[in-house]
């Protein structure tokens, strides 16, 4: 396995999730991409985060919680201020959520200091991007050009505008990427459901790798060194809140990337079973902070830069 520089990358969103259930309403730090940010630096990893954020107290908020969890901000112009999600809980336990403005319509945009964390960084991690703008992903595609990637499209509903133009904006970047994940809710929102096929296509595409999750059914990694299987992980304590999953598998199987090259089937099955079991731990409280067994067992020690 060849050693390379320990660090990475993440480009997407970070937001507030406005919470509305039985116990009343609260807001915690969230965005797909801010959790998979905060998830690597935790696991070790020395994190960047490029995203949209306002300059107001909710984008003060965001800033905040990043450096409590020494991450490094890169934040791009926020016009119509930070974004929000107003999160609805069924009885079920599953979230909606419904969009502000802003998170509709977040921009990226790449400058000086964002080009030079990318070009020093061994690995760039994409999530819950907005691949039906096409202007965003040719700026994505040429601040990119030359770096290794993982991707996670990551859609969502309420912000998607042009399913088409997104599907062809994620396979641009996937096409090449050294990993893709995507999800059976992936599938169905972007494709015709059938994660298998989906899991074939991205890999005809050129992606390197290809980790399809299917909630229950647990997961599979499909690389040249093979196909890998692992179902869900079993930890002690009850499911509270399973909305982090998907993000900390993304962070864990990314952690295996930075700085190493997988090459052997041991390799891959390792990496692809150490992310499930930081899911499932992950799924043992509420919100998108990443957790690991370990933390669990130790009361949250052990768990690097918290």
């Given at each position: 396995m060849q050693q390379k520089a320990q660090s990475a990358v993440v480009i997407g969103d970070a937001l507030i999730d406005e919470i509305h259930d039985a116990g009343g309403v609260r807001e915690l730090i969230g965005g797909a991409a801010l959790n998979v940010a905060v998830g690597l630096r935790r696991l070790g990893v020395p994190t960047t985060l490029i995203a949209m954020v306002g300059d107001d107290e909710a984008g003060a908020h965001i800033r905040e919680y990043l450096s409590d969890h020494d991450v490094q901000l890169v934040s791009s112009p926020a016009p119509l201020g930070s974004s929000r999600a107003v999160v609805q809980r069924a009885a079920n336990g599953e979230p909606t959520y419904v969009f502000n403005e802003a998170a509709q319509r977040r921009s990226i945009r790449y400058g000086d200091e964002a080009r030079q964390v990318l070009a020093a960084a061994d690995l760039a991690v994409i999530s819950c991007f907005p691949f039906d703008v096409p202007a965003?992903?040719?700026?994505?595609?040429?601040?990119?050009?030359?770096?290794r990637v993982a991707i996670d499209p990551?859609?969502?509903?309420?912000?998607?505008?042009?399913?088409?133009?997104?599907?062809?904006?994620?396979?641009?970047?996937?096409?090449?990427?050294?990993?893709?994940?995507?999800?059976?809710?992936?599938?169905?929102?972007?494709?015709?459901?059938?994660?298998?096929?989906?899991?074939?296509?991205?890999?005809?595409?050129?992606?390197?790798?290809?980790?399809?999750?299917?909630?229950?059914?647990?997961?599979?990694?499909?690389?040249?060194?093979?196909t890998f299987t692992a179902?869900?992980?079993?930890?002690?304590?009850?499911?509270?809140?399973?909305?982090g999953a998907g993000d900390a598998t993304l962070s864990g199987v990314a952690e295996g990337l930075v700085g190493t090259r997988p090459d052997t089937a041991d390799e891959?099955?390792?990496?692809?079973?150490?992310?499930?079991?930081?899911?499932?731990?992950?799924?043992?409280?509420?919100?998108?902070l990443l957790r690991t067994p370990e933390s669990i067992e130790d009361g949250e020690h052990g768990v690097h830069g918290s």
């Amino acid at each position: 396995m060849q050693q390379k520089a320990q660090s990475a990358v993440v480009i997407g969103d970070a937001l507030i999730d406005e919470i509305h259930d039985a116990g009343g309403v609260r807001e915690l730090i969230g965005g797909a991409a801010l959790n998979v940010a905060v998830g690597l630096r935790r696991l070790g990893v020395p994190t960047t985060l490029i995203a949209m954020v306002g300059d107001d107290e909710a984008g003060a908020h965001i800033r905040e919680y990043l450096s409590d969890h020494d991450v490094q901000l890169v934040s791009s112009p926020a016009p119509l201020g930070s974004s929000r999600a107003v999160v609805q809980r069924a009885a079920n336990g599953e979230p909606t959520y419904v969009f502000n403005e802003a998170a509709q319509r977040r921009s990226i945009r790449y400058g000086d200091e964002a080009r030079q964390v990318l070009a020093a960084a061994d690995l760039a991690v994409i999530s819950c991007f907005p691949f039906d703008v096409p202007a965003e992903v040719d700026a994505v595609a040429t601040a990119l050009a030359g770096v290794r990637v993982a991707i996670d499209p990551n859609p969502r509903a309420g912000m998607l505008s042009d399913r088409a133009e997104f599907v062809r904006g994620f396979e641009r970047v996937a096409a090449n990427a050294a990993i893709v994940k995507v999800g059976a809710d992936d599938a169905a929102l972007l494709y015709d459901g059938d994660l298998d096929a989906l899991r074939t296509r991205l890999r005809t595409l050129g992606a390197e790798a290809v980790l399809a999750t299917a909630g229950a059914d647990g997961a599979v990694l499909e690389t040249d060194a093979g196909t890998f299987t692992a179902p869900i992980a079993h930890l002690p304590g009850p499911i509270i809140d399973t909305v982090g999953a998907g993000d900390a598998t993304l962070s864990g199987v990314a952690e295996g990337l930075v700085g190493t090259r997988p090459d052997t089937a041991d390799e891959w099955q390792r990496l692809l079973d150490r992310a499930m079991d930081v899911a499932a731990a992950t799924c043992r409280a509420e919100g998108g902070l990443l957790r690991t067994p370990e933390s669990i067992e130790d009361g949250e020690h052990g768990v690097h830069g918290s």
